[in-house]
């Protein structure tokens, strides 16, 4: 049973840090492609970092210069470093997983993934 454990979150103030991870477990190969995406309420989910089966990294616009995503291939471990937070990055974060194909276009999109977290909320507010 594939299985999603994601670590961190939590309430810091404008320009704090925090760091997410996601650890899968479960799944039958190596090659698998995860990412972080995150949703408020009223809006759709939102890609905001993915790492293909190599590791090689996508990073959406809006968070690139400040977040920063790696993955270790061998234990199947996906971690978000988020610096220099701001309020519009209140939300609630998911990490994904897919082991079927995965596109380098499709990383930061949601219906490219199977396998979904419970989700870690991040509030930024001062």
């Known amino acids: 049973q594939v299985q999603l454990e994601e670590v961190g979150g939590g309430s810091v103030q404008p320009g704090g840090s925090l760091r997410l991870s996601c650890a899968a477990s479960?799944?039958?190969?190596?090659?698998?492609?995860m990412g972080w995406f995150r949703e408020v309420p009223g809006k759709e989910r939102e890609g905001v970092a993915a790492?293909?089966?190599?590791?090689?990294?996508a990073l959406a616009d809006s968070v690139k210069g400040r977040f920063t995503i790696s993955k270790d291939n061998s234990r199947q471990i996906l971690y978000l470093e988020m610096n220099n937070l701001q309020p519009t990055d209140t939300a609630i974060y998911y990490c994904?997983?897919?082991?079927?194909?995965?596109?380098?276009?499709?990383?930061?999109?949601?219906?490219?993934?199977?396998?979904w977290g419970h989700g870690t909320q991040v509030t930024v507010s001062s």
């Open positions: 479960g799944f039958t190969t190596s090659a698998i492609c």
């Open positions: 790492a293909d089966t190599d590791g090689s990294p």
């Open positions: 994904a997983a897919e082991d079927a194909y995965c596109s380098t276009q499709g990383l930061l999109q949601h219906d490219e993934y199977t396998y």
